[in-house]
């Protein structure tokens, strides 16, 4: 256990007897809050019927039919939407979990009525963009961040960005202007958002969305220093809306896409190992540097 | 850094939180540098890759015992930093002390024997205790561990027997914020790291032993109202209800949506009661870590795997009642 009811005891002149006393009974853990495990149970017990009912429809089959289990799900997922609707006068932390478990049965519901009934055709793709839309609306009803973050990544599904496309390094070219459009998307939906606790949610997708769509490209040699230089151009343009935005991990994540776009950059001018492995202990040692120097700044305009 | 050091840092940082004044954090200055744990991680990384460059570097220059030239090098850079410019909890030394240790590690024949675990828990403990980094400490018991399965079949013994020393400390108070992360990380990460190394023919002694620590962490948990307790108890109780699961001859499915729908019951249900509660136990909201924003920096960067096990988006030519389906969370296969 640690206490620090000395420290506090004694700043208690300068803290105020209001704040002393408060800060105390938490030190002696007179009010002990569990609500960061209960909310963490509630997730698991989500995911985990989520999962369930994955298993349910895949082992069942060829047993049940895809029209009861299109309808089964569907039930499932409206009635995890009407509970947190009709408690929402008096919304517990678990309300959340269960919109959120709605939300993920809506997800495979969808997924499975087009993969066996082929609504779509063709244009099978679209149900992603269904899903966006229904997801957007369910998190400005519900005001739910989890539902949002789910509504972008079915708008980004839509538009064909896949990890395994970047990872296998799979037409890196597409790869990137699929995420720029999508990140142009979600910076104009920013803009009309009205919601406050969504903007940092689009803010990040598009700033990872950009920095990944140049990264993408330097993975082909004809775009390779175009893609770096665009990499750091976005990574300062992300960082100065982190120092806008008293955000530090804008600030970190773009500094790191940043340092390693540079790698790049100045290892592609270098055949030889050695030159290259120097090259990189050099932009290290620069890269720390510059970024104590960011920080010591972020620090200076929060204090 | 001094006990009072330590101390005051972890207490402006809390004060900070609570809207105190400049006046009062100005009571607790402290002359090391030290950073918050994600601007760690990223000096940590930056350090990380510059090590792993100038070994190599020395490799291909041909430099004789070149894991010794770095290890040194590092070290020596680390004791500056720390010595001259005061800096402890930065990231960066904590990085240049084991990348110089590993490096010094690559030097020695490698003979395949458990006993290199120990060489490794050796250095990570020396790091750790010279960064006061209670993630070294952990790994450091992860390797005992590993050495202990693999040399004497006692792997789980001994991540439990380390855990519930970690939990017992927990009990009384320490000076040092560092002592009290140390024994934390142990009694969390311990019983997870224990029970990789459990062998199947040991289940039962395994289930016995996960359920009494994780009773044992639940029950101090209720009675010390520590976090850390709660999430020992909730390692040692969902290990050992795992391995119960597996013996039961239940489809997955439903063993999953039972353990779901009882996890989100007990939420709720314990939600309801402390509710109106304004003293002891209660569930009002609080922020366990300063990781909200990496909770959302994660979302963001999970949009890279959003369709990994979605149909593939080009594949037009898709066979009708096979392939994938799912997206934005959830998927499955046909």
Redesign the interface.
């Known amino acids: 256990m640690l206490s620090f009811e000395p420290e506090l005891t004694r700043l208690r002149p300068l803290l105020g007897d209001a704040r002393t006393d408060a800060l105390i009974a938490r030190e002696r853990r007179e009010n002990f809050s569990i609500y960061p495990e209960l909310r963490i149970c509630a997730w698991v017990g989500a995911m985990l019927i989520a999962t369930a009912a994955g298993i349910v429809v895949t082992k069942n089959f060829e047993r049940i039919g895809p029209l009861a289990i299109a309808v089964m799900i569907g039930i499932a997922a409206a009635a995890c939407y009407a509970w947190v609707w009709w408690r929402r006068k008096s919304a517990s932390l678990v309300d959340d979990f269960v919109l959120l478990l709605g939300a993920l049965l809506l997800s495979a519901d969808a997924g499975f009525i087009e993969t066996q009934f082929h609504l779509l055709g063709d244009d099978w793709h679209r149900h992603f963009l269904i899903l966006a839309i229904a997801h957007g609306a369910a998190a400005y009803a519900y005001r739910s961040r989890m539902v949002m973050s789910l509504s972008i990544s079915a708008l980004a599904a839509w538009l064909g960005i896949e990890q395994k496309t970047f990872a296998t390094y799979e037409d890196p070219i597409a790869f990137a202007t699929r995420a720029a459009i999508c990140a142009a998307i979600l910076l104009v939906w920013r803009a009309l958002n009205r919601v406050e606790e969504f903007a940092p949610l689009f803010e990040h997708f598009a700033s990872v969305l950009l920095l990944s769509a140049g990264l993408a490209m330097t993975f082909e040699n004809e775009t390779r220093t175009l893609g770096c230089m665009g990499t750091i151009a976005v990574a300062a343009l992300v960082i100065a809306w982190g120092f806008r935005t008293r955000r530090e991990a804008f600030v970190l994540y773009a500094f790191i896409y940043a340092v390693i776009a540079l790698d790049i950059l100045l290892v592609s001018f270098f055949d030889e190992d050695a030159l290259a492995l120097f090259v990189i202990v050099g932009t290290a040692i620069g890269s720390i540097v510059a970024l104590i120097a960011i920080h010591s700044r972020f620090r200076e305009l929060r204090a | 850094m001094n006990v009072e050091h330590e101390?005051?840092a972890?207490?402006r940082e809390?004060?900070i939180d609570?809207g105190?004044?400049r006046?009062?954090l100005a009571?607790?200055e402290s002359p090391w540098r030290s950073?918050?744990i994600?601007?760690q991680c990223?000096?940590f990384?930056?350090?990380c890759?510059?090590i792993a460059?100038?070994y190599?570097?020395c490799n291909?220059?041909g430099i004789p015992g070149e894991g010794v030239v770095v290890g040194i090098a590092a070290i020596a850079l680390a004791e500056y930093l720390i010595g001259v410019r005061r800096w402890l909890g930065t990231g960066?030394e904590a990085a240049l002390w084991i990348g110089g240790l590993v490096a010094m590690i690559t030097e020695l024949p490698s003979s395949g024997k458990p006993e290199a675990m120990l060489v490794f828990a050796a250095a990570f403990a020396i790091a750790g205790v010279r960064v006061r980094n209670p993630i070294f400490g952990a790994a450091a018991a992860i390797f005992v561990v590993v050495y202990a399965e693999k040399k004497l079949d006692l792997g789980v013994i001994a991540a439990l027997v380390m855990a519930t020393v970690a939990i017992l400390a927990?009990?009384?108070?320490?000076r040092r914020?560092s002592t009290?992360w140390l024994w934390i990380v142990l009694a969390v990460a311990l019983p997870v790291a224990g029970r990789l190394t459990a062998d199947d023919q040991w289940y039962r002694v395994t289930i016995v032993l996960y359920a009494a620590f994780g009773l044992l962490a639940l029950v101090l948990a209720f009675v010390?109202?520590?976090?850390a307790l709660?999430?020992a108890a909730?390692a040692g109780l969902a290990i050992s209800g795992i391995d119960i699961g597996h013996r039961i001859a239940t489809?997955?499915?439903?063993k999953?949506?039972m353990?779901?729908?009882?996890?989100?019951?007990?939420?709720?249900l314990?939600?309801?009661l402390?509710?109106e509660r304004?003293?002891?136990?209660?569930?009002?909201?609080?922020?366990?870590t300063q990781a909200d924003?990496?909770m959302?920096?994660a979302?963001?960067?999970?949009?890279?795997?959003?369709?990994?096990a979605?149909?593939?988006?080009?594949d037009?030519t898709?066979p009708?009642?096979?392939?994938?389906?799912?997206?934005?969370?959830?998927?499955?296969?046909?």
């Open positions: 101390r005051n972890v207490l809390r004060l609570a105190a004044d006046a009062a009571q607790l950073h918050g994600l601007v990223v000096f990384f930056l350090t890759v510059g460059a100038l190599g570097l291909v220059l960066v927990l009990l009384r108070t320490w914020p009290e010390k109202r520590h976090h709660f999430f909730a489809p997955l499915e439903a999953l949506a353990a779901g729908a009882s996890l989100l019951a007990i939420s709720w314990v939600a309801r402390l509710r304004t003293s002891g136990l209660v569930a009002t909201p609080v922020k366990l924003e990496a959302e920096v979302g963001a960067l999970g949009a890279a795997h959003l369709s990994r979605e149909p593939s988006q080009t037009a898709r009708h009642g096979e392939g994938g389906f799912g997206g934005a969370g959830a998927s499955g296969d046909y």
